[in-house]
């Protein structure tokens, strides 16, 4: 059991996975520490839920392997896997099963069930528990699947795109839910989202997966300092740019040039001070701006609304 | 494994209610009195042509569409997901589903199977004789549909490339369907079931754990989906390859035999067996002279005199299998009477019902007709023979019997001395003669008593098996042909056993002997279609089993190929291990998968083919080979990976370059 | 109590959007010296951000200090005291014109105005904060 002391909850390493000649997930390799709320970032199709099955061993690796709570991915023992609580993907539940005995039959599996978190997160979600799981609203079974997986007291949690389809209160709950299992010493959450606004809010640390590649994987205040947007104002016609290392994006308008810049450092500033400037500003992102430049379409990007200024 | 079972049992009860519904409804309907014209000739019973048509049909399907449901229901990637992942082994979550199954299949079968043979069991129900063992057939196909269940959960569960290989769990259960169908007891029909059965479940949970991530599965799973896969694939491609490797008939044999003009005279007659009526050839006499037999096709085989075979020793009831109603009773007596009669087997007496109310009018033994409360004694010894449609007149080895059932009247008919065989030759509506030997003697019979003809055996065993009695149409002439036991098997070396034929009077005087040499069939050899090499495609196990199990004469195209079959076999192997090299597969595992193809044939390396998840070969980034990308290294060159290359929008921290 | 709200979204960082609010609650005198801060796991629920992004918030105000820490109490608004050097606050000083004058310039806005409503705002913040300092005495 030393193992499972590790400083982290998940390490991969080289984690691929082909589905026929196409890499899903390619040569993943992270860590993802204990204690931490963790954000899994990507467009739809990057390998976010593949990811999380072949972490928690509903898929077998092609290639690569990953440590799960000590444990190697393609074999968790039950034992492991009843310190993990996983929510997966659109809030699955079985449509004839009541509230009440959905919960029973998941704590049937669980030696740590604990009723009280699973009443709780019910009535905060105000789940009668009378109620088919097919007469649940979204938010409802959202909350019932949360209810579920948080009652057993998992050391990791893992949440495939928790908030999807969930309205603004919902997803609030969400949130304090998730910040409510980090409340217990070294409780680790894994979690995937497209709403950045709720991976601002709870992760401490994201990793972004661009078409199965992982692209970032830092803290979420490094991500947001490290991709700049630099604007460039010219006196005429933009000139042509030189190769600038990180660019993302580019934004022309009138007279001006915004560039989305990874990893801005003194050396970038140097090439872009080489410009036959008029004036230069660099100002940091919001966290969901610098995700849409970063996993954006690279390369330019002009506007049909300036080619029908130029027709007039 | 308790919850599972229980959630999928409650999610698919209302299914398995439906279900419940629905077999009743078709026993119900299988059972209802009255007859259906294709069942004209059979009784109503447990083992009716209808009801078994239902049982085998419907629980075949039910088995198909629960399996389905247990396993479709739950297929979406995040139901899925869902329910995998929770602190117990996969296997026993695929147990949970198989035990809800059995829980679920068995009730939803058994229950209106039990209902049904319950009520037919009672009196007054069905207008014929009832033995528990009747319902083994209903029972042995309630127990089939559980293999469709297991072969139908295969197949939604499997995960192969090729679609089409992820039905041949069906078509191992159709296998094991028609074996249950075929073989002659209710054991030989359990162990067909039991054997698919585990097959299925061992290969259903090896691809349930495939399914749910499992790298590596227990190797008796892989052998049971391997053996599943090669069964069903051998299913359908023997009798694909039999089919196209005969099509064009091979052979045409020309007969001669010896045959009787009506008046008496014996000839020589060549004729094509090729299709049916046979096509004359030549007609001629002993001497040589050509007969006028008519040109066309019928005429001669209507214008020999035919007589009625009769072998020394009795042959096997040919219908004798669990499922067929004659192994418990026949009919007996005039169909069309509003009474139906039965000759009971295990009895050993004769039940008259109405046909109309179903009650039990009489029992009929030795002693005549009693009434169902007085049963009298039954007849002694085995039935030899029941002759249809008509007065019944059964034939015991002591005596034979003429039942009258409408007047209630029985007629005996001793024997001089115990009868070994009867045969009955006539036509539908029940005119003909009986043929009967003794150890010693030859009778010729009507259905009224008579004897026409007794005459001693004058040849007998071992040299001699059976005879023909002829009657010419005048009625007064008698012809009897002593067939050597050597005519129907191969001839024995230095040893010519000659036909004999004899005329006789009706008192058995001989009249005239002819001792004729043996005629076999001369086999006209055509050459063998370019098909029939695909017949080198058996797998070798199966030419062999066809040459020694089913007999099959040497020069017989499913018999030659065994030579051709073991080449193509080895041709397959090396092929086999070629793929397992360019998949970069361990060696003991290519050795091990090219032995199995050499056993198996071409069809074994189909097997090997369906059985495995073959991971994409995509160009090596240093030496531009294909290599699989399942390893961590290129196996032709030892390089590692083409790192994904960095574009300098990577934001790693420090930490975490710490752990590349 | 602390009034606090945060915009996700925007590119001030979280934790920086806690210090300027509370920097300008002590600044403005709605939070007077002394005044207790919720802890960390409290209001990291009441905003129900990572509890992390508060403590970095905390640290950077007790670094600043704004704030200071008590043993085993948590955390509460401090007297004012000079963190910075004196070049340190004059470039911050002149950041923060810097940004506003941009802002104010382009908005069409000249010398006079802008000067008549920088000293408009100061009057009503030291009258507030007066009031404040008499009620509190």
Redesign the interface.
Same mark, same amino acid.
């Given at each position: 059991m030393s193992q499972t002391n590790a400083p982290e909850a998940i390490?991969t390493d080289?984690l691929?996975r082909?589905f /026929?000649?196409?890499?899903v997930v390619? %040569?993943l390799?992270?860590?993802v520490p204990r204690g931490s709320?963790f954000g899994l970032l990507g467009r739809n199709g990057s390998g976010k !839920?593949t990811t999380i099955?072949?972490l928690? /061993?509903?898929?077998?690796?092609?290639?690569?392997s990953a440590v799960v709570l000590g444990s190697p991915c !393609?074999n968790l023992s039950?034992?492991t @896997?009843?310190r993990?609580g996983?929510l997966?993907?659109?809030h699955?539940v *079985?449509g004839?099963?009541r509230v009440a005995a959905f919960g029973r *039959?998941?704590a049937? *599996?669980?030696p740590t069930w604990n009723e009280d978190v699973f009443q709780g997160v019910l009535r905060f979600f105000q789940i009668d528990a009378r109620r088919r799981g097919r007469d649940l609203s979204r938010g409802e079974r959202a909350g019932l699947c949360l209810a579920a997986t948080l009652a057993p007291d998992p050391e990791l949690l893992v949440l %495939?795109d928790p908030a999807i389809g969930l309205d603004p209160v919902a997803r609030?709950g969400l949130?304090?839910a998730l910040?409510y299992v !980090?409340?217990r010493e070294g409780r680790t959450v894994l979690f995937s989202s497209h709403v950045? $606004?709720d991976v601002?809010?709870?992760?401490? @640390?994201v990793a972004?997966l661009d078409r199965g590649?992982l692209?970032?994987?830092?803290?979420v %205040? $490094? *991500? @947001?300092e490290?991709?700049r947007r630099v604007v460039l104002r010219f006196s005429g016609a933009p000139p042509t740019l030189p190769e600038i290392?990180?660019?993302?994006s580019r934004w022309i308008t009138d007279g001006e040039l915004r560039l989305t810049i990874?990893?801005y450092d003194a050396a970038v500033q140097r090439i872009l001070e080489g410009l036959p400037l008029e004036r230069m500003t660099a100002?940091?992102?919001?966290?969901?701006?610098a995700f849409l430049d970063?996993v954006g379409d690279r390369g330019e990007r002009t506007f049909f609304l300036q080619g029908r200024r130029a027709e007039a | 494994m308790r919850a599972i079972a229980w959630k999928e049992l409650r999610e698919h009860l209302r299914w398995a209610l439906l279900g419940l519904l629905a077999n009743g409804l078709g026993l119900l309907v299988g059972l209802w009195p009255g007859r259906v014209p294709w069942s004209y000739f059979r009784s109503e019973s447990l083992l009716s042509e209808r009801f078994l048509a239902l049982t085998t049909s419907q629980f075949a399907v039910w088995g198909g569409i629960l399996g389905f449901l247990l396993v479709l229901r739950d297929h979406s990637g995040d139901r899925w997901s869902f329910l995998l992942f929770r602190p117990i082994r996969p296997g026993t979550i695929f147990q949970g589903k198989v035990l809800a199954a059995a829980a679920l299949y068995f009730p939803s079968t058994l229950v209106p199977l039990f209902l049904a043979a319950g009520w037919a069991a009672t009196p007054g129900h069905l207008a014929a004789p009832f033995d528990w063992r009747m319902s083994l057939a209903g029972l042995a196909d309630a127990l089939t549909g559980f293999v469709f269940c297991l072969a139908a959960m295969l197949t939604g569960l499997r995960q192969a490339r090729w679609y089409a290989t992820r039905a041949i769990g069906l078509v191992v259960a159709v296998l094991c369907a028609a074996l249950v169908q075929e073989v002659r007891e209710f054991g030989e029909a359990l162990a067909a079931i039991l054997v698919s059965a585990a097959l299925l479940y061992g290969a259903a949970w090896e691809a349930f754990l495939a399914r749910a991530g499992a790298a590596r599965r227990p190797l008796p799973l892989r052998f049971a989906l391997v053996a599943v896969l090669f069964t069903g694939l051998a299913a359908l491609a023997e009798p694909a390859i039999e089919l196209l490797a005969l099509l064009p008939a091979p052979k045409r044999q020309t007969y001669s035999i010896y045959a009787l003009t009506p008046q008496g005279e014996v000839c020589v007659i060549r004729y094509d067996h090729a299709d049916y009526p046979p096509k004359l050839i030549s007609a001629e006499s002993l001497e040589g002279r050509p007969l006028e037999l008519g040109t066309d096709r019928l005429s001669f085989w209507e214008k020999i005199v035919r007589g009625i075979y009769l072998d020394f020793e009795p042959g096997t009831r040919w219908a004798d299998r669990y499922r067929d109603a004659d192994r418990f009773f026949t009919r007996v007596g005039k169909w069309s009477t509003l009474e139906d009669g039965f000759y009971r087997f295990g009895a050993r007496t004769v039940e008259l019902y109405d046909r109309k109310d179903k009650r039990l009018l009489a029992i009929a033994g030795p002693q005549g007709f009693a009434l169902p409360e007085h049963e009298g004694p039954p007849f002694p010894g085995e039935l030899l023979l029941s002759v249809p449609n008509g007065p019944s007149f059964l034939v015991f080895a002591d005596a034979a019997y003429g039942i009258d059932e409408a007047s209630r009247r029985l007629t005996p008919h001793r024997m001089r001395e115990p009868l070994v065989n009867a045969v009955w030759e006539g036509n539908s509506q029940g005119e003909g003669l009986i043929a009967a030997c003794s150890r010693r003697e030859l009778f010729l019979l009507r259905r009224d008593g008579r004897v026409l003809l007794s005459s001693p055996l004058r040849f007998t065993a071992p040299d001699y098996d059976r005879v023909e009695c002829s009657m010419l149409p005048t009625g007064d002439r008698f012809f009897v042909w002593y067939f050597p036991s050597s005519s129907t098997t191969a001839p024995v070396p230095g040893k010519s056993v000659r036909l004999q034929l004899q005329e006789v009077t009706a008192h058995g005087e001989v009249v005239r002997t002819y001792a004729l040499p043996v005629k076999r069939p001369a086999l006209v050899q055509e050459p063998l279609s370019p098909l029939a090499a695909l017949a080198a495609l058996t797998p070798p196990p199966l030419c062999l089993a066809n040459a020694i199990g089913r007999g099959l004469p040497a020069d017989h195209p499913l018999a030659a190929c065994a030579p051709l079959s073991l080449v193509s076999a080895a041709v397959f192997a090396v092929l086999a291990f070629w793929v397992c090299r360019r998949f970069a597969f361990r060696p003991s595992m290519c050795r091990g998968w090219a032995g199995a193809v050499f056993a198996l044939g071409p069809l074994g390396l189909l097997a090997m083919l369906a059985a495995h998840e073959w991971p994409a070969r995509l160009p090596c980034f240093r030496c531009a080979r294909r290599r699989v990308v399942s390893r961590d290294t290129c196996e032709h060159c030892g390089a590692g990976l083409a790192p994904v290359a960095p574009d300098g929008t990577e934001i790693f921290d420090v930490e975490h370059q710490g752990t590349k | 109590m602390l009034e606090l709200r945060i915009v996700t979204g925007s590119n001030v960082p979280l934790y920086q959007q806690i210090v300027d609010q509370v920097r300008w609650g002590v600044a403005s005198g709605a939070h007077p010296v002394g005044t207790p801060l919720p802890s960390v796991r409290a209001l990291a629920e009441q905003l129900v951000i990572n509890p992390n992004t508060v403590a970095r918030a905390y640290a950077d105000l007790v670094r600043e200090g704004v704030v200071e820490t008590r043993a085993g109490k948590g955390c509460f608004v401090a007297e004012p005291r000079k963190v910075y050097a004196d070049e340190e606050r004059e470039r911050r000083l002149d950041a923060a014109l810097e940004s506003f004058l941009s802002e104010a310039l382009s908005l069409g806005y000249r010398g006079a105005a802008i000067r008549s409503a920088v000293e408009q705002r100061l009057a009503r913040l030291e009258s507030q904060g007066g009031t404040r300092k008499r009620e509190r005495r």
């Open positions: 390490r080289g691929t082909y /026929g000649s196409e890499a390619k %040569d390799t992270l860590a709320v !839920t099955r072949l928690l /061993g509903l898929l077998a690796p092609t290639r690569g !393609t039950p034992e @896997r009843a993990i996983y997966a993907e659109g699955p *079985f004839w099963m *039959f998941q049937g *599996f669980y %495939d609030r949130l304090e910040l !980090t409340r950045l $606004a601002e809010r709870v992760a401490d @640390r972004v590649v692209r970032a994987c830092c803290t %205040d $490094a *991500f @947001r490290r991709v290392p990180g660019l993302l990874a990893n100002e940091p992102l919001g966290l969901e701006e970063y | - | -």
